[in-house]
Nanobody
């Protein structure tokens, strides 16, 4: 079993930056593939980025070149560095994990989820 806790959300102006963190706990948490999803009001949850234990990554087209996913396996923590933020990035951001190597956008493939952290980008 893996528990995930996000932090780092907040209010930022367009063009600004935020770094989200996802602290994972559990016996084998450090080996899991970690991902970020987001859900804006009135919209479906969407994939943002994912990273494997060996640091293979995958990004949604909408965030490529602006967001960077990383992880510190020694700290069992994943990160999402978000730069050049836009109002359209406003959403609740969720950390997710799976025990395999899947880094795709299918949310049903991720068995563990955090509670989410709010990111608001003002124009």
């Amino acid at each position: 079993q893996v528990q995930l806790v996000e932090s780092g959300g907040g209010l930022v102006q367009a063009g600004g930056s935020l770094r989200l963190s996802c602290a994972a706990s559990g016996q084998t948490a450090s080996t899991y593939t970690m991902a970020w999803f987001r859900q804006a009001p009135g919209k479906e949850r969407e994939f943002v980025a994912a990273i494997t234990l060996s640091r293979s990554t995958n990004y949604a087209d909408s965030v490529k070149g602006r967001f960077t996913i990383s992880r510190d396996n020694a700290k069992n923590t994943g990160y999402l560095q978000m730069n050049s933020l836009k109002p359209d990035d406003t959403a609740v951001y969720y950390c997710a994990a799976n025990s395999g190597w899947y880094v795709g956008p299918r949310d049903s493939a991720y068995g563990f989820w955090g509670q989410g952290t709010q990111v608001t980008v003002s124009s």
